[in-house]
């Protein structure tokens, strides 16, 4: 029976799981509110328009028409319509949003993760400065901290790094174009044929360590200290020593990674990127960065802008079940409907037995390891 199973990739939550992701929700939206951000809804669909700006073989999206057959997507990532939005309504600038809402990415069969993903996150638009990157990352921090995972590893990379470097390098285009990919790829055979031409220059070193680029923060800084001067690179070097000195100052103990070999997270950051992982697990507990055009995808003028998006599953999955306190079960008959509101108002941890009988009530209570107070007794 077809109508009784689930589409590939969802599944139904309800009891604990559900309750955990609750309780998570809620912890973020305090904190998002404390620190000034406000609400912002959008719809689950949208037109495939808005995320064209996204790498689609990543985020292949569930795909339906409207009534005019245009192309309708359930959104598979929430800060294009945060983009989209702005650009339609006009409001000032700069303006700090949070959000929460379900993603909906098509994954390869038996890939074994789920296509409904729910997060929740915040935008930063209209703000230039580092401050906005480093508004993230506290918040960032502030929720591994509230939600007790002390694992967490940091991983910081900037999408200016390796165009700033591919820039610098003297080789014809195409050859920087072979570069990237081989690197992206990790295609090693490719890769040292195509830097061959530059032995014996000022970039030697550093290319030959390039596809190791990641890791401890301090010991990549190292390798990049052995570039000649780039002018572009020197500001993207300078953000990411300073932001990691942000991170040590805020948490002593937070570790911190660096990873200069690999394409952003988003096709659509412009600078610095920032996730966070835990040991064992594929999943991102969150991930975001600066993405200073994308409003253009939507509106002539250009706005800065940086964001950071949680994933409350990945969370939900490395919280301890929370213990419950004894449940009591209040059975009564309906006459003393009004005695058990009175009593429900007054003992911790009750609800209303609304079974019809006594035995009924006694075998729920035994089934959910419940007490079982019987009004009905008293009379
Ligand atoms: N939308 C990004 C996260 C993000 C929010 N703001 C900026 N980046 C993601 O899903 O990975």
Redesign the pocket.
Known sequence: MKNRNLPNGTRDEFGVRAAIKETIASQLFTLFKQRGFAKLTTPILEYADVFKPLNLANYRPYQLLDEQGEALVLRP????P?ARMMSTTGIELPAKWYYSGD?FRVKKQLSGSYNQLT?A???LVGYASLKGEWE?LKIALAVCQQTGITDMTLELSDARFIEGVLQALPIPLPTKQALKKALFDKDLTRYNQLITPLTDTAFEAFLAEWPWLFGDFDSVMQVVGTLPEIATLKPVIDDLKATAGFIRTQSPDQQVVLDLSIPS??S??TGM?FRGYTQNAAD?L??????DDLLTSFQQVKEP?????F?VDALADRMPEPETPQQTLIYFEESQWQLAEQTLQTTPNSSLCLADSREEATRIAVSTNKQLLDLTESR
């Open positions: 990532d929430l800060t294009l945060v993603v997060q996150g915040i935008e993230c997270p988003q659509y950051y990127a991102y969150f991930s975001g960065g600066r993405y802008a940086v964001g950071l998006a994933d």
